[in-house]
């Protein structure tokens, strides 16, 4: 690999995390909860974008299906479920909106056009550890993740089970 692309890599690096850390301060100082909703699902595809760059291609694939996917799908239908209101939502900033959200499409297609260009130019040139390719890195994964780590794994799971039945509940008192 020519340093070209190593220092292609580290500013793809560099920007995800900026991206990352930048939408995961959004999640918890927005107040409207569908927005931080979106907010998370942005941090979790970056945080995916950061796996990759990690050579952890099963890592950004769950990141991307597990939580990008199903959890945030699960969170959006409860805050659906909370019923809110238009006025809930805050002044209207369209103008703004719309020229931020074309400023930071355009940038975010830049920045993908420009990832997939180096991980095209140097496939195959790349040294990819053994472990992460083949099916014993998933099962050293599973292997840790339900032995040593079994009770922070159940713990998230009924930690997140609670807040649906929370949510659940305060919807049911608002009708």
């Known amino acids: 690999m020519t340093e070209t692309d190593e220092n292609m890599e580290y500013l793809i690096f560099s920007i995800m995390a900026i991206v990352a850390t930048v ?30 760059a990690l050579n952890a291609p099963f890592l950004a694939a769950i990141q991307i299906i597990v939580y990008a996917g199903a959890i945030m799908v699960l969170f959006l239908f409860v805050i659906m479920l909370l019923n809110l209101r238009k006025d809930e939502f805050g002044p209207e900033r369209r103008k703004a909106q719309r020229f931020f959200a074309v400023l ?20 195959g040139q790349r040294e ?12 050293n994964l599973a292997q840790v993740l ?22 659940i509940v305060m919807a049911k008192r608002k009708l």
Request: with cysteine; glycine share 4%.
């Open 23 to 52: 939408c995961a301060i959004l999640v918890i100082s927005h107040r409207n909860p569908v927005v931080s909703a979106l907010f998370l699902i942005a941090t979790m595809v970056s945080l995916a974008i950061l796996f990759l």
């Open 104 to 123: 930071f499409g355009f940038l975010f297609l830049i920045l993908l056009a420009t990832a997939i260009d180096v991980g095209l130019s140097s496939f």
């Open 128 to 139: 990819v550890a053994a472990e992460s390719l083949s099916p014993a890195g998933v099962e």
């Open 146 to 167: 339900f032995t040593e780590f079994l009770f922070p794994f159940e713990l998230a799971s009924v930690l997140l089970l609670i807040a649906i039945v929370g949510a």
